[in-house]
Every structure is written in structure tokens, then in C-alpha cells.
């Protein structure tokens, strides 16, 4: 989407210790982007669906499904 291509040029003042955490991921779409930008980058999600698509497209993602 244009939101995700957007988030790549909102990186710039950004250093490359920066590390993301993305809590609700999904599949990882933003994830991505962060990764092939530099950045270290974790995802978390609920839907084991969106873990599973995640992982086939070796993005660092886990299932969690026991938040506080």
C-alpha cells in the first residue's frame, strides 16, 4: 500500500541501531520494509494465519496470544 511505501522514506532521520518492535504485525508487510531498509525489526502477533505467512517469507515474527 501507499502507507507502507511511504513509511521507507520516514526512516531517513533514522539511525541503523534503531530497532522495531511491531506489535499486531500481520504478515509483516511493514516488517519488510524496515529489514530491507537496515533496521533490526521483531514482529508479534495473534493470528497464527499471519505468524505462518510471516515465517514462509522468513520474517521474524512470533505468536503471542497471552498479553498481560
Not at 532521520?13 to 537496515?38: D, I, N, S, Y
Not at 499471519?50 to 517469507?57: K, P, S
Amino acid at each position: 500500500s501507499s502507507t507502507i511505501e511511504s513509511l521507507s522514506g520516514d526512516l531517513a532521520p533514522l539511525t541503523k541501531a534503531t530497532v522495531f518492535l511491531e506489535v499486531g504485525c500481520g504478515p509483516g508487510f511493514a516488517l519488510e520494509v524496515f529489514l530491507q531498509a537496515g533496521y533490526q525489526a521483531q514482529g508479534l502477533e495473534l493470528s497464527p494465519r499471519a505468524v505462518q505467512m510471516a515465517q514462509e517469507n522468513e520474517l521474524p515474527v512470533e505468536a503471542k496470544n497471552n498479553f498481560p
